[in-house]
């Protein structure tokens, strides 16, 4: 994960080791005409000092930096400090050397000692980019807790940083009985209520970690999957109905609510869940909608290509989704799909998997209809395009059984 600070007047010079610096002959005395290149380890081990690891961070800075913790008086100074300690940790022996130095403890116990909002940002943010780093990491269910109690903050530059840091656990453990339905209700609630889109692409991507199998199926409920519509929406922020996909921001949106999505799919087929099935069916076409809107956006050639892994995620996803909840037809699904699938028929085998994907969500929507009225759909679409597409479906109707009456729709179009 990217890190985050607002400390733009903190110049690195400040809280850092230069070689160069240390290298230059007024400070250890090498002549002029020695390059760095010539000195031997050793030398160079001398003159790093207290660097962190291969960093040029200083350890003593971190150290005092840290001591600050045990009686905060909070001031500029401090806020700038603690910012370039959070830029620092986008090193990953920086994250080392503060997991060796029990920052998790240092920081839960210093959360629950003071109360200034942009100090708990700033020690929590530290802690949700070490927990991201490539390193061993040592944190307790007590300290996890600890964290999780700042749910209950209405500050949302805090509850980014929480939210942050949700993410970075889930993805680094398989277990987590921390999260309980408690958590999951306060979760809920910044996706049906916030508007602050930061907050709510952070509590998406958390929420995609921590359904990915990790959590109690008694966690996963059909308001989970409505919250998650409803934060979606607030971020895409629709004009006229038309969606756009044209901001990270929203690029991101998407891909977690569709993560979202097909994790809660995929605890209804891995724990053989009835009666979440029917929940969530009787509330799909929320669902449905956007996806939709989603496929009218790449339905435009302009917008379909070039076509990127992205798109192959969204449409592999709406397949195995709309399959698992057994969404009926509807028209408009059906029209997107065959304009997407009129426009990858020439690139096939440059993109197998995306053919195959928008191939099978096509067979599975002519399956869920009658013939006459799926034929009375298709005359939105030009004559020759329904041929091509009813033509290649033939060619590769073995490979779904969907029961499809190709012939009867082909007759049509002779």
Not at 27 to 33: A, M, Q, R, T, Y
Not at 143 to 169: K, P, W
């Amino acid at each position: 994960m990217e890190t985050k600070s607002n400390s733009n007047n903190t110049k690195i010079s400040e809280h850092s080791i230069s070689l160069e610096d240390q290298e230059d002959n007024t400070s250890v005395g090498i002549p002029n005409n020695i390059n760095a290149s010539d000195i031997d380890n050793e030398t160079r081990s001398k003159l790093k000092g207290d660097a962190i690891g291969d960093t040029l961070y200083s350890e003593s800075f971190v150290l005092k930096t840290l001591i600050q913790f045990s009686d905060l008086k909070w001031s500029q100074q401090v806020e700038e400090d603690l910012c370039f300690l959070w830029d620092m940790t986008i090193e990953k022996d920086v994250c080392k050397y503060l997991f060796n130095m029990s920052y998790p403890s240092l920081a839960c116990s210093a959360i629950i000692k003071y109360k200034e909002s942009r100090f708990r940002e700033i020690v929590i943010g530290i802690l949700a980019n070490i927990m991201c780093a490539d390193c061993e990491k040592v944190i307790t269910d007590d300290e996890i807790n600890t964290i999780l109690l700042e749910l209950d903050n209405d500050d949302h530059l805090i509850l980014i940083q929480v939210m942050r840091f949700l993410s970075a656990v889930a993805h680094n453990f398989n277990k987590l009985p921390y999260i309980n339905e408690e958590i999951m209700q306060k979760i809920k609630f910044i996706l049906n209520n916030s508007m602050n889109v930061e907050l709510l692409i952070n509590t998406l991507d958390a929420c995609a970690k921590l359904t990915d199998l990790k959590l109690s199926e008694d966690l996963i409920d059909v308001e989970l999957f409505m919250a998650t519509l409803t934060s979606y929406r607030t971020i895409m922020e629709e004009e006229d109905g038309i969606i756009s996909f044209d901001t990270k921001e929203k690029q991101q949106c998407c891909k977690c609510m569709l993560e979202i999505i097909k994790n809660i799919c995929s605890y209804i087929e891995s724990f053989e869940n009835p009666e979440l099935l029917v929940e969530i069916q009787k509330n799909a076409n929320d669902y449905v909608k956007e996806v939709v809107k989603m496929l009218d956006f790449y339905s435009h050639e302009e917008n379909l290509f070039p076509l990127s892994d992205d798109l192959i995620f969204y449409i592999d996803v709406i397949r195995y989704t709309l399959t698992t909840l057994n969404v009926g037809y509807t028209s408009t699904l059906l029209l997107n799909v065959s304009k997407i699938f009129c426009h990858i028929l020439n690139v096939e085998d440059e993109v197998p998997e995306l053919f195959d994907s928008v191939l099978e969500i096509e067979c599975y929507l002519l399956s869920r209809e009658l013939p006459d009225i799926i034929l009375k759909d298709f005359m939105f679409l030009p004559r020759d395009k329904v041929k091509v597409v009813l033509n290649s479906v033939k060619q590769n109707v073995h490979k779904y059984d969907y029961g499809i009456n190709i012939q009867k729709l082909l007759s049509k179009y002779k």
